[in-house]
């Protein structure tokens, strides 16, 4: 049996989590089209082939004049010699004592070099008179000023949000090249599974886990795969973890404690993979199992739904963001107080998962009711996992608690602001 020693130590949860992430890299780097880029990582630095804007241009609407010009302007007026308007062709040379009419984004002719707005024009037939001269070079929006020709626009690591798809099709690109979506093989274990469409005997239920993890998974960025439902069988689940290993990562729900019939790591044990450890000093989520075979992070959740969830926040998902390229991993930390009272019952390190509510100005962390490793509802619209690494007793309301917040969008709660966590 593979691991020794490792295999009787409990790690806290940030040394589980390190061990995890030490071993975990950035995928190779894949070419997408742009339009499915969004929320990629970067695998490339993008440099400017040209510059932008790619000709001088007026930011307003009204005359294109010589700033030298404007003296006469003012008195007399500017003869208006043609138009330039967006996509213009090649213009002719401005010559002394003329304008030209100009519309917003079109090229500037050749000798202007100032942009008098319309409202402070007065049309008079074929010129134009100034009433208020601006400064010379007003409204010009010269070439390469946004970005000069040959410079580093984004780096590589950069998140590809929309400006920055929009500023890389300025520059001509179709493609990026990104970091790659890592495929996550899921294989749920146990005689009692069914899936959700299938009748429910005694003793059997719904394969609920392969279902929200897949979902925590695609959340997260990646492309989840299900192995489907193995039986208490070794044969079974050896087949279906060898074919696991062609994907990027493989987890596993049920079967890594220590029933008879968790046999999940004892087939991993047979394969000879490279277990790093089994437990972690938390609740819920203890049995927590995590190896490497042929290369691939083997991952076991627990079973019951509610650890399986937490368990892959915590463990999880930052590997998959560390494979898709993002330098941070974790989801925001912050300080929160306790609305009320938490009796914490043992040594083990709580992740509790709460609602975040505004109370007299104040942002606070409310604990939900249910709480228990098999509770599906205690799962759903949670707002924020508190950690607890506290000793045994009551926390009284007040006191300040780190929270993971799983969900940002959370307006109401006025986040924005908040202190981080330690």
Not at 350 to 377: F, I
Request: net charge negative.
């Amino acid at each position: 049996m593979d691991g020794g020693v490792k295999e009787k130590i409990v790690l806290s949860i940030r040394d589980a989590q390190d061990r995890i992430l030490a071993r975990t890299a950035s995928l190779p780097g894949e070419r997408v089209p742009i339009d499915i880029a969004l929320g990629r990582v970067l695998a490339e630095d993008l440099i400017a082939g040209r510059v932008l804007p790619p000709f001088d241009n007026s930011a307003m609407d009204g005359y294109a004049v010589r700033a030298a010009d404007l003296d006469t302007a003012e008195r007399a007026g500017l003869r208006v010699v043609g138009e330039s308007r967006a996509g213009a062709g090649e213009l002719p040379e401005l010559e002394a004592g003329t304008a030209v009419r100009i519309f917003t984004g079109a090229p500037m002719p050749p000798g202007a070099d100032t942009v008098v707005i319309q409202e402070v024009t007065r049309r008079e037939g074929d010129t134009v008179v100034v009433e208020r001269r601006p400064k010379p070079g007003a409204n010009v929006r010269y070439a390469g000023e946004d970005v000069a020709l040959d410079t580093l626009v984004l780096a590589r690591g950069s998140v590809v949000d929309p400006g920055a798809i929009g500023l890389a099709c300025a520059l001509g690109r179709t493609s990026l090249t990104v970091a790659g979506r890592p495929r996550v093989a899921i294989l749920a274990t146990g005689d009692e599974l069914r899936e959700p469409d299938e009748p429910l005997g005694p003793g059997q239920i719904v394969s609920s886990n392969t279902y929200a993890v897949a979902a925590q998974i695609a959340e997260a960025g990646g492309t989840p795969v299900s192995l489907g439902i193995a039986a208490d069988e070794k044969t079974i689940i050896r087949a279906r973890l060898e074919r696991g290993l062609r994907y990027d990562m493989v987890l596993t729900l049920g079967g890594v404690s220590v029933g008879d019939y968790d046999l999940v790591r004892a087939v991993l044990d047979d394969l000879g993979w490279e277990s790093s450890f089994w437990k972690v000093d938390m609740k819920p989520g203890k049995p927590l199992s995590v190896g490497w075979l042929g290369g691939v992070p083997i991952i076991g959740l627990p079973g019951n739904p509610a650890s399986s969830m937490v368990t892959f926040e915590l463990f999880v998902r930052p590997a998959l963001r560390r494979m898709l390229g993002h330098a941070d991993v974790f989801r925001r930390q912050i300080a929160v107080p306790l609305a009320a009272d938490y009796r914490k019952d043992d040594q083990r390190a709580h992740v509790v998962r709460c609602r975040l509510r505004r109370a007299n100005g104040t942002v606070v962390l409310e604990p939900l009711v249910k709480q228990g490793s098999g509770m599906l509802t205690s799962m759903v619209g949670v707002d924020a996992l508190a950690i607890i690494d506290t000793p045994p007793g009551v926390l009284a309301a007040g006191t300040v608690l780190d929270a993971l917040v799983l969900r940002e969008d959370h307006g109401a709660a006025g986040l924005d602001g908040m202190p981080p966590g330690r």
